[in-house]
């Protein structure tokens, strides 16, 4: 049973960071349905800024502020930095081809992909950046938090799954509360028509992109609290990200955030259980192959979605507007 | 019609053109290779060794200190041994399979100029060019390629042209799990791989013994993209003593040695020679194995530490770049015999296979002397090396 | 850097702000109708021969290659290698020129090619088939798992056929890599991460055709690549000017018009699909027997980006086009892994793009003088405030010209690098003199930043510029150099 809860304390962490990741790929789609492929590397940009900003501040060990400001400063720092990133990419790469045939923004879209992992590795190379927070005050945020038998929900693990679900109220409230969010939500509905009421939609996208890229920036700092950070964590977790997103429904908010927490309690319960599933003695896998199918479960996961509900768990099917 | 005016002179053309080029083609190869045989190679002109390593990609960090050692061999030994020898560097990045080898491979042997082949630094390289240099009568000696079959066992993937000057893996997954049943006297032992083929390798090699010894083993698989492995650490049983953990990236293990912290688990990590990294694998106690030992330590190698450092100021010494000096220093030696031996000049480049096969250098910098195996191409009595972590980070020798 | 210099699309269109996409295509050519076509004598000439001959010159010419080169490394690289990616790109541009279909699993199919024929000829199962009927074989294989992908995708929509064929390409690594233990007790049927090794070479009926001679890359196989692509190339031109290959154009322009005029839309879709499959598979045949193994990674991201890049630089549609991106990308990439050929390349691309965008107008040399002034003076005035700042490298044909510091300090790569894009990218929001004066350091930042920042990294040097080629492109010219210019209806 503890292993059980560990797991699915485990799972909650990564399916947080996830759950932002899959945000901005939906806000995006839904708004310019575009799959933008680049977001997962900045994601990857924002945990690197929040390394620079972290060792400009001193590093986690003997930082010039208290820890708690430190962690306030990266977070915002990066989620700055990559809404800066995010506009810059879609003013440059996706503006001029949004009335392009659908396939040339997607293409743009792996070009700075490309353009950004390969850049960074240029840059600062291949190497592990580690935040290092295990040192930072005698090891409390890992050591310390919540001991219930014998589980372990360490602070750190307490950070991340409390700010991902502090930014998932405050975006909620972003789209749903806001005029800027209602234009948001017309020009996702009908691109030409909300432009026909008045609604300035390049504004509107811009402000989608500052969102996204944000939550992209701040879920980069937080996985990089939990494991060091490198270039090809953007791709891997982009693709985990875009994966959440699809599977809750591309275009759908509350759909993102469930797909994430669908795919980090999948992989998680995987790596748990999935050498010890057998019907009646009859092994899908063989019992020496271990936990090594654990991807497969999100496949099956997947393409369980694809046949049967291609939309996603709370995405709108997609109805083609002559 | 009048389009089609130019077709006939132009088809005439390429046919004949297509025609030529086939004749050229069937007759070139023959006499060209034929060619290649008779040429002797004058040991007083500049010789050139190939590098093949990966200088980018995730394994870069190997690659450039190599490289360092590298030159820092050929800077110093050549001119002693009155050879004018330079170091062409070929890029392996280990992201991109094996590709990259067989291209570099195809360059070196289309150099007349390059006599020998120091590296390739990865097993999938070396198997995946071995064939082509045998072929070429090219020697290859790497300074870090420890998959078994490269040397020995069936089926075999590499050739005679092939030899290492460190041990292979099928020493270092059983000293590792010996030192772990006599040593460390593990009931419980949970073996991690990465489903790729050089944790692969040792986690197996490892399990054989393990489990001969009546030790309880665990074997888990992670994919080779995972970054956060809390919930492989769920998995390991709170009475493990031990979590074998052969990754090719040091970051890797320093990750999951902590989370083992995190959830209040007392197993320690153990890595294989790809975590043997002091600056990113740091948690105290746990273990690190290596084909090479910290030769800091070696008092005989004072004076070339320091010409290093000189060469590589503010850079650690690290355990991938030694033999890599190492397996310089045997390239060059059976140069200078077979130089020796053929009055001046060599046959060819095959001549060398042999040569290096007898190399014997008493001054080792590793430690002792050398000589390859007379069995397979392997160094004679090498061993690996058990390092735990101390409290302060530095790597202490403990098997 | 270098490739974002822009250029106008050639062709009777007066200079527009925006690319000409996403307007009606009878609007955009009413210019085009009003004045017959000015061809010069040498494109007429050009145009008036048949596609047949310039492939029977084409296929003439690369037979020569062996003449010029005795190296086995430029047969192989320059050769062999060049014509692999040829073929991949033709089968792409089946789906994504012909098709308009954004395929993301595209080089999971090269894969299932290479291993099925590593499974039919190989000691694996000790299957060793003749040639002549496992690499047919393999091409079906291709094509049906290109259906059976496609089949449940009921609407092959742009994007959701883009996430369903990711993801096939995700689980076909996550098959090869864990298939040494295969699911349902099917034992090892893939190899796993250790790859199937000892694959056969192709044999004619039975006799083998040797990899290599004394080590060095037997020609003969640059050859049997050579056939297939002129096999390839012929076979794909009569289905695309077929009734299907009408069908496809039509459907990808307007797939909706084209289902109430009585297409199969998904068939049609799903056959370019399963054509694309097919040729992909076929590649994969060569590619296993040359390199004698297969492994997983080989069929991954990488491997699709640059084949896309190729399609896209050549033009989407046009078989030249493609074969055209092939050869320069695949030059391109070869000739970047060297820093001295690197160095070179970067000057030629830098010229040419600056005689595109300029034309053979007045301001060409004026700007070229002035950017190898303003580096002699920068290189003249850093050298007199301390020499350390030029001492950098040994005499190369542009150390007098370019600063290349002795020791280059930690924080200049980050700074030169990004300074350089976001100059660029400012480079493109202004007009005029301005953008002209502008152009000019910028020009001499480019080239700092080449020799001191992305040479000694060519690597990540190299997929930079892939990336750098298809934003660039997309933004620029999304017809690619030799392409049909499409409009979609939107």
Redesign the interface.
């Known amino acids: 049973m503890d292993?059980f809860i560990?797991?699915t304390v485990?799972?909650l962490?990564?399916g947080s960071v996830y759950a932002l990741i899959a945000l901005g790929y939906t806000l995006v789609?839904g708004v310019l349905?575009l799959?933008n492929f680049a977001h997962g590397d900045v994601f990857m940009v924002g945990s690197f800024i929040g390394f620079g900003v972290l060792q400009a501040l001193g590093g986690a060990v003997d930082p010039v502020v208290p820890l708690w400001a430190l962690l306030i400063l990266i977070t915002l720092s990066a989620m700055a930095g990559c809404a800066v990133l995010g506009v810059?990419i879609e003013r440059?790469?996706y503006r001029?081809?949004r009335?392009?045939?659908?396939?040339?923004?997607?293409?743009?879209a792996?070009?700075?992909?490309?353009?950004?992992?390969?850049?960074m590795?240029?840059?600062?190379?291949?190497?592990?950046r580690?935040y290092n927070l295990?040192s930072a005050s005698d090891?409390a945020l890992?050591?310390k938090g919540f001991?219930i038998g014998?589980v372990?929900v360490?602070l750190?693990r307490d950070i991340i799954i409390a700010s991902a679900f502090v930014l998932m109220v405050v975006l909620w409230f972003l789209v749903n509360k806001t005029r800027t969010g209602k234009a948001m939500r017309a020009t996702s509905f009908d691109r030409e028509a909300a432009a026909m009421m008045g609604i300035d939609i390049d504004r509107v996208i811009v402000f989608t992109f500052v969102l996204g890229s944000a939550l992209a920036g701040a879920a980069g700092v937080l996985?990089a609290l939990?494991?060091?950070t490198?270039v090809?964590?953007g791709?891997?977790?982009g693709?985990k990200g875009?994966?959440a997103a699809?599977i809750g429904g591309?275009g759908s908010v509350p759909g993102a955030m469930a797909g994430g927490l669908i795919l980090g309690f999948a992989?998680?319960y995987a790596?748990?259980y999935i050498?010890r599933i057998h019907f009646g003695g009859f092994?899908?896998?063989?019992e020496?192959?271990?936990?090594?199918?654990?991807?497969?479960v999100i496949?099956v996961i997947?393409i369980a979605f694809?046949?049967f509900r291609?939309q996603g768990l709370l995405g709108r099917p997609?109805i083609?507007k002559? | 019609m009048r389009r089609y005016r130019l077709i006939l002179p132009l088809t005439a053309a390429a046919l004949a053109l297509a025609a030529a080029a086939a004749t050229a083609a069937l007759a070139g190869p023959s006499h060209k290779t034929a060619a290649v045989k008779t040429q002797a190679i004058s040991c007083k002109g500049n010789l050139k060794i190939g590098f093949v390593t990966p200088l980018t990609g995730g394994a870069g960090f190997l690659g450039n200190e190599q490289l360092s050692w590298a030159k820092y061999a050929v800077k110093t030994l050549a001119p002693k041994m009155g050879l004018k020898v330079t170091l062409v560097n070929g890029d392996t990045p280990v992201e991109q399979g094996p590709a990259p080898a067989q291209a570099l491979a195809q360059k070196f042997i289309a150099d007349k100029s390059v006599v020998a082949v120091l590296g390739p630094s990865t097993s999938g390289a070396v198997a995946a060019s071995t064939k082509s240099y045998f072929q070429a009568g090219m020697a290859h000696v790497s300074p870090s390629a420890t998959r078994t079959s490269l040397t020995k066992g069936t089926p075999l993937e590499g050739t005679p042209a092939f030899f290492r000057v460190v041990p292979g893996d099928y020493i270092q997954g059983p000293s590792d799990a010996k030192f772990m049943i006599d040593q460390l006297k593990v009931k419980k032992v949970v073996l991690l791989d990465f489903q790729e083929p050089y944790s692969l390798g040792l986690a197996d090699a490892a399990q054989t013994v393990l489990t001969k010894g009546g030790v309880t083993v665990i074997r888990l698989s992670a994919p080779n993209t995972t970054t956060d492995y809390s919930s492989y650490v769920t998995r390991v049983p709170s009475d493990a003593e031990i979590v074998f953990f052969p990754t090719q990236k040091p970051g890797d293990a320093q990750t999951f040695a902590r989370q083992l912290v995190e959830q209040g688990k007392k197993a320690k990590v153990f890595g294989g020679d790809g975590s043997n990294d002091s600056s990113q694998f740091k948690t105290p106690g746990a273990y690190v194995s290596n084909f090479a030992p910290d030769i800091t330590g070696i008092p005989a190698d004072a004076a070339l530490i320091a010409g290093w450092k000189k060469d590589n100021p503010g850079k650690a010494v690290g355990s991938f770049g030694p033999p890599s000096y190492g397996a310089v220093q045997v390239i060059l030696t059976a140069i200078q015999n077979a130089c020796r031996a053929g009055k001046g000049s060599l046959k060819d480049r095959r001549v060398l296979i042999s040569a290096i096969k007898h190399v014997r250098i008493s001054n080792w910098i590793l430690g002792g002397s050398f000589r390859f195996s007379t069995k397979s191409n392997d160094p004679l009595n090498a061993k690996f090396y058990i390092f735990q972590i101390q409290p302060n980070g530095s790597y202490k020798l403990v098997g | 850097m270098s490739d974002t210099t822009p250029t106008t699309p050639p062709g009777p269109d007066p200079p527009l702000t925006s690319p000409a996409i996403g307007r009606d295509e009878w609007v955009a050519r009413h210019l085009e109708r009003r004045l017959p076509p000015r061809l010069g004598l040498i494109e007429r000439r050009i145009r008036a021969v048949p596609w047949w001959a310039w492939l029977v010159l084409f296929v003439g010419a690369a037979c020569m290659l062996p003449v010029f080169a005795d190296s086995g490394y430029v047969r192989r690289a320059y050769g062999f290698d060049i014509v692999l990616y040829m073929l991949l790109a033709l089968g792409l541009n089946v789906v994504v020129g012909w098709g308009g279909l954004l395929d993301l699993g595209y080089v999971a199919f090269y894969g299932v090619g290479a291993y099925a024929y590593a499974l039919l000829d190989s000691p694996h199962y000790g299957i060793h088939m003749w040639a002549v009927l496992s690499i047919p074989l393999v091409v079906v294989i291709g094509a049906v798992v290109g259906l059976l992908l496609g089949l449940p995708s009921r609407r092959l929509s742009g994007d959701y056929l883009a996430i369903v064929t990711l993801f096939f390409l995700q689980l076909f690594q996550t098959l090869a890599t864990n298939g040494d233990q295969f699911l349902f007790g099917a034992g090892n049927v893939t190899g796993g991460a250790n790859g199937l090794l000892n694959v056969d070479p192709i044999d004619f009926f039975g006799k083998e055709i040797a990899v290599q001679h004394n080590g060095v890359f037997a020609v003969g196989y640059y050859f049997i690549a050579l056939g297939v692509f002129a096999l390839v190339f012929v076979a794909l031109r009569f289905v695309n000017e077929s009734r299907t290959g009408r069908a496809w154009r039509s459907q990808r322009e307007d797939p909706l018009a084209a289902e109430v005029m009585g297409m199969p839309v998904n068939w049609l879709k799903l056959m370019s699909f399963a054509f694309g499959a097919a040729v992909a598979a076929l590649t994969g045949t060569l590619f296993a027997s040359l390199n004698a193994s297969v492994f997983p990674l080989s069929f991954y991201f990488v491997t699709l980006i640059t084949v896309y890049t190729m399609v896209i630089l050549g033009g989407q549609g046009s078989q030249w086009g493609v074969v055209l991106g092939a050869i320069l990308i695949s030059v391109l990439l070869e000739l970047l892994r060297d820093t001295g050929n690197a160095r070179g390349v970067f000057y030629v691309i830098l010229a040419a793009g600056l005689v595109v965008a300029f034309k053979l107008s007045r301001r060409l040399p004026i700007i070229a003088a002035a950017v190898i002034g303003f580096g002699f003076a920068a290189h003249a005035i850093a050298d007199a405030v301390d020499h350390s700042w030029v001492a950098g490298t040994s005499k190369t044909w542009t150390s007098d010209w370019v600063i290349i510091p002795e020791h280059l300090a930690s924080w200049v790569p980050a700074v030169t690098y990004v300074g350089l894009i976001a100059s660029v990218l400012a480079l493109t929001l202004l007009r005029g003199w301005v953008r002209a004066v502008a152009l000019v350091p910028i020009l001499y930042l480019a080239a700092f930043v080449w020799e001191n920042v992305m040479l000694a990294k060519p690597e990540p040097t190299r997929y930079i510029v892939i990336g750098v080629i298809l934003i660039s492109l997309m933004v620029l010219r999304p017809n690619g150099l030799l392409g049909e210019k499409r409009v979609e209806i939107v």
């Open positions: 292993e560990q797991l485990n799972g962490t990564l789609y349905k799959l810059v440059f790469a001029p081809l009335d392009a045939p659908r396939i040339a923004p997607l293409i743009s792996l070009g700075v992909s490309f353009f950004l992992a390969y850049s590795q240029l840059l600062f190379g291949a190497q592990y580690d295990f090891g890992f050591l001991h014998g372990r360490s750190v996985f939990l494991v060091p490198q090809s964590i791709f891997v977790s693709l875009f994966t699809v591309i992989e998680s790596a748990g050498d092994r899908i896998w063989p020496a192959a271990g936990t090594r199918w654990t991807d497969l496949f997947l694809m046949i291609p997609d083609k002559v």
